[in-house]
Structures are given as C-alpha cells and as structure tokens.
C-alpha cells in the first residue's frame, strides 16, 4: 500500500472537522505520491524543485508508477507548488477508480464521503486494516497530509455520520492575488517542504472558494436588486 491510498482510506473511515473537498483531497494525494517517490529515492527535493534521480520506484503500484513516468526531467525542474496542481487535477478520481477496481471499496448509502453520486465506504481487507493501524500509531506524514484537508483531533472512526465530499478543484491555478497563511519554515528536510506544499496549496483552494463565493453573492445581489 502507498502512502496515498492509505490517506484515502483514512479520508473515507475517520471523521474529519470539516467536508473532505475532491480537490483538497486531490492536492493531498499528489503530495503523499511525491513523498513516497522521496522514499523510493526516485526524485530529490532541491529548494522548491523537484529533482528526479536516475532510480525508479521500487513498486508495482500503477498509480504511483504512473506519477514517476509524469515527472519533469529537464533542468529547472517542476516546483514542488506546481506539481501538485498538474499532478493533482481530478487524482481523488484516479484513486477511487483504482480502488474500487481492487475491490477495496464499495458503494454504501450512508458512507463518509460522496464522490459524485455514490458514496464510498471501504471494503474490510488487510489494506484497510493497514491504513487504519499507520493513522491509530500516529504516522507523522499521514497525519500531516489528513491535518491538512481537515481530518485531525481525536481521530474517533464513526460508521454512521455522513459528510459531503464537495467542490473539485478549480479549472485554473490560483493567481498571485490570492491570500496564504503562512506556513512554519520546514527547514531543509524533504518530506517537510512537500508537507508544508501541500498545507499551502489547500489554502489557495479555499481562499479561491471564498472569493468565488463572495463574487457570486456580489452578482446574486446586482440581479435581486435594491
């Protein structure tokens, strides 16, 4: 199992604080692929770029297969920032496909997440059992990809709650207007800069919500009128 479909399965068992959106999800399973593939010394992180080496990734997973074969291998090299954007459009998608076709989900009328109009519960398997015993041991990467996208606190499985699964990513990468929090320095450990890439991203997504949110309102006003 990869880093990534473990946090999906996580995404899909445990309660989070807030709706688990498709395109943070997304964001965050570009950001777990990269970190595996930092594992596997299949790439570098050399200041905000990605550096792949001349290794491969030692798996059979396709998907993850699939993100090295993606990688920029040209001098400067892909932004961390940016690869998460390209790599992560519509990937939530990817991975519910690839687990669905594994048997590792099914569809239930009353799970966790909704991804379009079926909602999605995992299969009892050793996979997730794998994933639930690296979120219950406290991993620090997995929980700082599930953190992210609002899955944190007391980390308590709940079979019966429902949350929407709602809005995808945006067609078009935030510009240089949109607000970001700021995120603590990670120093010059790999694995931190991704996750810190990640947080920052997610950010931009919902500062692009809110701002869409606030246009529409705005446009809604204009035709409703004094």
């Known amino acids: 199992m990869t880093t990534a479909k473990d946090l999906f399965i996580v995404a899909l068992d445990v309660e989070p ?12 399973l570009a950001g777990a692929e990269l970190i595996d593939l930092l594992g596997g ?15 491969q990734p030692a798996t059979d997973d396709a998907l993850l297969g699939e993100a090295a074969s993606l990688l920029d291998r040209d001098a400067p090299y892909e932004r961390v920032e940016d690869w998460l954007w390209r790599r ?12 669905m076709e594994a048997g590792l989900l099914t569809e239930h009328r009353r799970g966790r ?13 050793p996979e997730r059992q794998h994933a639930l015993n690296r979120w219950t041991s ?3 990467v997995l929980d700082a990809l599930a953190a992210a996208v609002g899955i944190h606190g007391e980390k308590a499985f709940v079979e019966d709650a429902s949350a929407g699964y709602g809005e995808e990513m945006s067609e078009e990468a935030p510009g240089e207007d949109v607000a970001r929090e700021e995120t603590p320095a990670g120093g010059d450990d790999p694995e931190t800069a991704v ?3 990640v947080h920052d991203a997610v950010m931009e997504l919902e500062a692009v919500r ?10 809604a006003n204009v035709w409703r009128g004094p």
Do not use: C, K, W
């Not at 790439?43 to 290794?55: E, F, L, N, S």
């Not at 997440?113 to 398997?125: F, I, Q, V, W």
């Not at 809110?210 to 446009?219: C, L, P, S, W």
């Open 41 to 55: 010394r299949a790439v570098d992180i050399d200041g905000d770029r990605i550096v792949p080496t001349a290794g």
């Open 195 to 197: 996750l810190a890439a």
């Open 138 to 140: 406290h991993d620090p």
């Open 17 to 28: 604080s807030r709706p688990v959106g498709q395109g943070d999800l997304s964001l965050a």
């Open 88 to 99: 992560g459009r519509d990937l939530s998608q990817a991975y519910q496909s690839a687990l």
């Open 210 to 219: 809110q701002r869409r949110a606030i246009e529409n309102a705005a446009f």
């Open 113 to 125: 997440l909704s991804l379009g109009t079926a909602r999605m519960e995992p299969a009892d398997s």
